[in-house]
């Protein structure tokens, strides 16, 4: 068994119950979360790994905020779950419908993921993500070396998505104070690199160890009970996940770092069995809170036209049909129209889901593969046969196994023309260029482009309720095509035509770290907006 320095762990001990009191936003969870993990004897320093594992517990319910409800409503549900053409509001919602669905972005949402991430970071450490990983760091040393690849593939994972929507982060250079006393950011491209080489590390750790027995993790893995295996797998799919981000902007990065996931030993997420998902319980489900119990969200109108036009028996899966409409009808919102009031509560409220949040899927890992395989990258096999795997690995995910081969060669079927019972003028015809026409069955003869918007199509499909990641899929490739706003709330700053590419820095950080995001802006190559686009986001 493996032994602490007593004296070291007890001044960190201190330090996070102190952190507890002044924790707020994502981290108020404390009770369930928590359990007050410091409050322990000296036996129990010394034994279970449970000083070093218990933060764990909360850099994974970090990963959305899901307690209480609305910090992931506005971390990402009023976020990236409207702006990927998920979902949408029934209602004006917040500042009278003027908010982020029509695209006047709300301070006070928008530095809710910032807040996840750092809590009130320069200020003073809390268990937000990145001072319990910089914490659990300073612990592991070489006598827990797995410990630390476990935490580097989470902080990994949640600062992809946090750079996924502000560009530069606090990353390499977090817990460094200048002698102006600001903190500086990394570029997009330095912290993408960045985490290759913190994922590079933990996977060299986990790589020997993926056919042990051992589960030191165990008690404090919420989402593979501890397996090595497991976690190597995950670390390699998001490896092949932020090099395919890179694609186009990096080429010659992406594939390194793609063929590296590939060929690793260790494997893939390639079955149901295989996904990673946190379980909350027994807290519900947030995503059943917001549609049932605030009635504050609904089945986006992208979906409903695309899942309607394809005849996609998981659309049952993942909504329920409109109370507006008698005979099973399905009916979407537009975002971003006029909402006087919360006329379009009675459309489609999405379906029941468990109380485990959906982090990556086998079946996204298989579209993930071919692109790989579409670029010509090394032990990717074929385009066709990983597209077919990852329609067959969605379908099987929610039970559908037997309607695959049926869905997979139906070549006529298109996105369906959108109809707004409640008002018109939200209308999308058959001809309008966002309108989707891209078919499902695999094409080989078709040229490249067309390929890419079909595997990319049924991967946001898959990747359902994750509208973060595939609001991000769609400002890299521009598919599935979404529709645009009807109303646009910012000044000028987002071109309707362009779509919203990312969010403004938060306020908490220009008063606080004023200097630090001054420079961070220049590294945006654009004005410190929604219309700036990413470092990966190449037109």
């Known amino acids: 068994m493996r032994t602490f320095k007593l004296q070291y762990i007890r001044n960190l001990a201190i330090a996070g119950i102190s952190a507890v009191v002044a924790l707020a936003g994502c981290t108020k969870d404390f009770e369930r979360i928590n359990t007050n993990p410091y409050g322990v004897s000296e036996d129990d320093l010394k034994t279970d790994f449970r000083l070093i594992g218990e933060p764990f517990k909360q850099i994974q319910n970090s990963i959305y905020g899901n ?82 690849a476990w935490m580097q593939i ?23 104070i200048n002698p102006d006393k600001s903190i500086d ?32 993790f165990e008690k404090f893995d919420l989402t593979y009970d501890g397996s090595y295996g497991a976690w190597l797998k995950f670390a390699n799919s998001l490896r092949l996940r ?101 006329i379009y509560a009675d459309y ?31 032990e990717a096999g074929t385009a066709k046969d990983n597209y077919e795997a990852g329609v067959r690995a969605s379908f099987a995910q929610y039970e559908l196994a037997s309607r695959a081969d049926a869905y997979l060669a139906n070549n ?48 946001w499909i898959s990747v359902f309720p994750d509208g973060q990641e595939a609001w991000s899929e769609f400002r890299r490739t521009g598919y599935p095509k979404l529709f645009k706003v009807v109303v646009n709330n910012s000044g000028g700053k987002i071109p309707t035509d362009l779509y919203i590419r990312r969010v403004n820095f938060a306020n908490t950080e220009y008063a606080s770290n004023p200097l630090g995001v001054q420079r961070a802006v220049t590294l945006l190559g654009g004005p410190d907006n929604g219309g700036t686009r990413l470092w990966w986001d190449k037109p």
Do not use: H
Not at 165 to 170: K, L, Q
């Open 242 to 342: 932020l090099a395919i981000r890179i694609a186009k902007v990096d080429p010659v990065k992406a594939k390194a770092e793609g063929e590296a996931a590939l060929s690793n030993p260790g494997g893939l997420l390639s079955t149901v069995a295989d996904i990673a998902a946190v379980n909350i319980a027994p807290t519900p489900n947030p995503y059943n809170t917001y549609t049932s119990g605030y009635n504050d969200i609904r089945m986006g109108a992208p979906m409903e036209s695309i899942l309607t036009g394809y005849n996609d028996p998981r659309i049952a899966k993942y909504f329920d049909t409109a109370t507006a409409m008698p005979g099973g009808i399905y009916k979407g919102i537009r975002t971003g129209i006029a909402l006087p009031d919360k």
């Open 348 to 378: 489609s409220k999405l379906a029941p889901m468990p109380s485990k949040m959906q982090l990556m899927t086998a079946a996204e890992v298989w579209f993930l593969k071919a692109e790989a395989a579409l670029r010509g990258w090394a």
């Open 185 to 216: 950011y990394d570029s997009q491209k330095d912290a993408y690199y960045a985490f290759f080489k913190d994922l590079n590390d933990a996977i060299t750790v986990l790589t020997p160890l993926r056919n042990s027995a051992l589960k030191p």
């Open 154 to 176: 989470l902080k990994v994972l949640v600062m992809q998505r946090v750079s996924d929507v502000y560009g530069p982060i606090i990353y390499t250079k977090y817990g460094v």
């Open 67 to 148: 307690s209480p409800g609305w910090v992931m409503q506005v971390q990402q549900n009023l976020e990236g779950d409207i702006w990927s053409g998920y979902m949408g509001v029934p209602g004006p919602f917040g500042n009278g419908g003027n908010n982020n669905s029509t695209y006047n972005l709300i301070d006070g949402w928008t530095v809710v993921m910032w807040g996840c991430a750092y809590g009130n970071y320069p200020d003073a450490p809390n268990l937000s993500v990145m001072p319990v990983a910089r914490r659990i760091e300073q612990l592991a040393g070489e006598e827990f070396k797995d410990f630390k």
């Open 412 to 459: 006529t079927a298109k996105a369906a023309p959108y109809v707004d019972t409640k008002n018109p003028v939200n209308n999308v015809n058959a001809s309008d260029p966002t309108i989707s026409t891209v078919t499902i069955r695999w094409e080989e003869g078709d040229a490249f482009e067309r390929k890419l918007e079909r595997i990319i199509t049924q991967k």
